[in-house]
């Protein structure tokens, strides 16, 4: 069946970074597009990078990581990755990976089919 988890949380301090994976097991993550969400205490959950199945074609951030976030993907290893940098602490929050219904990269979370169980990130000042 398919399942989603992710790994790599934890605390940090504000300017460090964390570097988020998501093992994929019963299908292939090549043939899916993918999305990275969080969802902090008493808040909605919310997108944060999304990418493409054809992993060069398309990425897609929330402006409040873009230049500090990237979403990259290794096929042969059916995982994926979130690497943050320059965390502030706004970015607390558990993180996590879902694979989207469609053909496209969207903001939208009834837009994804599968969610992994999230991982805890903690920014500290």
């Known amino acids: 069946q398919v399942q989603l988890v992710e790994s790599g949380g934890g605390l940090v301090q504000a300017g460090g970074s964390l570097t988020l994976s998501c093992e994929a097991s019963g299908f292939s993550l090549e043939s899916y597009n993918m999305g990275w969400f969080r969802q902090a205490p008493g808040a909605e959950r919310e997108f944060v990078a999304g990418?493409?199945?054809?992993?060069?074609?398309?990425?897609r951030y929330r402006d409040s990581v873009k230049g500090r976030f990237t979403i990259s993907r290794d096929n042969a290893k059916n995982t994926m990755y979130l690497q943050m940098n320059s965390l502030k602490t706004e970015d607390t929050a558990v993180y996590y990976c879902?694979?989207?219904?469609?053909?496209?990269?969207?903001?939208?979370?009834?837009?994804?089919?599968?969610w992994g169980q999230g991982t805890q990130v903690t920014v500290s000042s």
């Open positions: 879902a694979r989207a219904k469609g053909d496209g990269v969207t903001t939208y979370v009834q837009n994804y089919d599968y």
């Open positions: 990418q493409h199945y054809m992993s060069n074609s398309f990425t």
